[in-house]
């Protein structure tokens, strides 16, 4: 597709279940985030990968969360043993370069919508 | 620390009425500034964008001037439409952040006819 998709765009849980979110960026995009919307408040920074180095983990809440991605393509957030304050919309976003990104050049995904029972 | 704080929502405004959505930041450097708007059913999307003082962004008859003096990045239109309803988010990043953004919470708009 043209833009970045995301599934599921609604997932249900049980608490203490793990869940997997998908993000399929723009193609030929090497910059890839992912943020989390709370109800009532902004968006926030969890984690991004640049090409083919480190990713900058910095806004991972906890070691529950994690994520990956392939190469500059598919990237997967993953959240073990969930919690309910882990309900939120996830958001994926992915920018053609650092430099693109850097001037605010992002695209994203429709989100995710995480519950957690 | 660095943030953004936005007016809170929702605003509810009739067809070609005057939008002003207020935003400051507060920011250890110098960011740069974006507004973002999220329409029913699709993902945000970049609107308009100021790199540094006085310059001013503007987009779909939408402006923001960023303001050093009063760190702040308002957003206004002269004249809004029905299809002017969405969601509006102000966001700074810095240079050598990894295009980081730092977001406010959003603002429901919704315009009436």
């Known amino acids: 597709g043209a833009g970045v998709s995301q599934s599921p765009s609604n997932k249900v849980t049980e608490k203490g279940k793990d869940v997997e979110l998908r993000c399929d960026p723009i193609?030929?995009?090497?910059?890839l985030y992912w943020y989390r919307q709370r109800l009532g408040q902004g968006l926030e920074f969890l984690i991004y990968?640049?090409?083919?180095?480190?990713?900058?983990k910095s806004g991972l809440p906890s070691d529950r969360f994690s994520a990956e991605r392939t190469g500059e393509s598919v990237s997967t957030l993953t959240i073990q043993r969930t919690q309910q304050e882990d309900s939120a919309v996830y958001l994926c976003?992915?920018?053609?370069?650092?430099?693109?990104?850097?001037?605010?050049?992002?695209?994203f995904g429709e989100g995710s919508r995480l519950t957690v029972l | 620390g660095n943030s953004v704080t936005q007016m809170e929502g929702p605003v509810t405004l009739s067809e070609e009425a005057f939008l002003t959505i207020n935003c400051t930041y507060t920011a250890t450097g110098y960011p740069s500034l974006f507004w973002y708007v999220q329409y029913p059913g699709e993902g945000l999307q970049l609107l308009l964008k100021a790199t540094k003082a006085d310059d001013k962004g503007s987009n779909k008859g939408f402006e923001a001037t960023y303001r050093k003096e009063t760190t702040s990045f308002h957003l206004e239109k002269g004249s809004v439409q029905v299809s002017d309803s969405a969601v509006y988010f102000c966001?700074?990043?810095?240079?050598?952040?990894?295009?980081?953004?730092?977001f406010g919470q959003g603002t429901e708009l919704s315009v009436k006819p």
């Open positions: 990968f640049q090409g083919n180095s480190a990713p900058d």
């Open positions: 193609s030929g995009h090497t910059a």
């Open positions: 976003a992915s920018s053609l370069s650092l430099a693109a990104a850097n001037t605010g050049e992002l695209f």
């Open positions: 966001a700074e990043s810095f240079y050598n952040q990894g295009g980081k953004l730092i």
